[in-house]
């Protein structure tokens, strides 16, 4: 009886992988899926896929400064970590990946399967220092030169 409660503990891992900022959200979903795929094959479970949309990188990854960002939450073996990373090893479209490994012996029944999440990411960017950027009380808004008019205008008075 031991042995029956021990194989139905596993542990709780997350994987982050960097795609490339040119796919489009149906191909992410084609990833996606094949990741489930290989979690149900291998006996794991899925809790939760969030893409967390494209962001910029620290430095460029296969020469593109941006990549898109998918997060996997799972429970399984030592060995279904190491057949994901072999097939995102694989994949052209996977640029960078890492698995963590957050949890040991966590019964399945008591994690529940969370439905998968899209988030925006950053907003594309335009060229530094365009007016877009310069909302808000920098200067050449107008609001500094009606100061220095009337700083200007009290000393005439003086």
């Known amino acids: 009886m031991a042995e029956t409660q021990a194989a139905k503990r596993l542990r709780e891992y997350e994987t982050i992988f960097l795609v490339k900022p040119d796919l489009t959200d149906d191909n992410?979903?084609?990833l996606k899926e094949r990741v489930r795929g290989i979690v149900d094959r291998e006996g794991g479970k899925v809790l939760r896929f969030t893409v967390w949309g494209k962001k910029k990188t620290l430095f460029p990854v296969?020469?593109?400064?941006?990549?898109?960002?998918?997060?996997?939450?799972?429970?399984?073996?030592?060995?279904?970590?190491?057949?994901?990373?072999?097939?995102?090893?694989?994949?052209?479209?996977?640029?960078?990946?890492?698995?963590v490994k957050k949890?040991?012996?966590?019964?399945?029944?008591?994690?529940?399967v969370l439905?998968?999440?899209?988030?925006?990411?950053?907003?594309?960017?335009?060229?530094?220092?365009?007016?877009?950027?310069?909302?808000?009380?920098?200067?050449?808004d107008g609001g500094e030169e009606a100061v220095g008019e009337s700083e200007e205008e009290s000393s005439e008075e003086a």
Do not use: C, M, W
């Open 28 to 30: 992410v979903d084609k």
């Open 62 to 99: 296969a020469k593109q400064p941006r990549a898109i960002y998918v997060h996997a939450s799972y429970l399984g073996g030592s060995k279904l970590v190491a057949e994901i990373e072999r097939n995102l090893k694989n994949l052209d479209e996977v640029t960078r990946y890492i698995s």
């Open 103 to 112: 949890a040991d012996e966590v019964d399945p029944d008591t994690r529940p």
């Open 115 to 140: 439905e998968d999440l899209k988030l925006a990411g950053d907003v594309e960017e335009t060229r530094p220092g365009a007016p877009a950027d310069r909302e808000g009380g920098f200067r050449g």
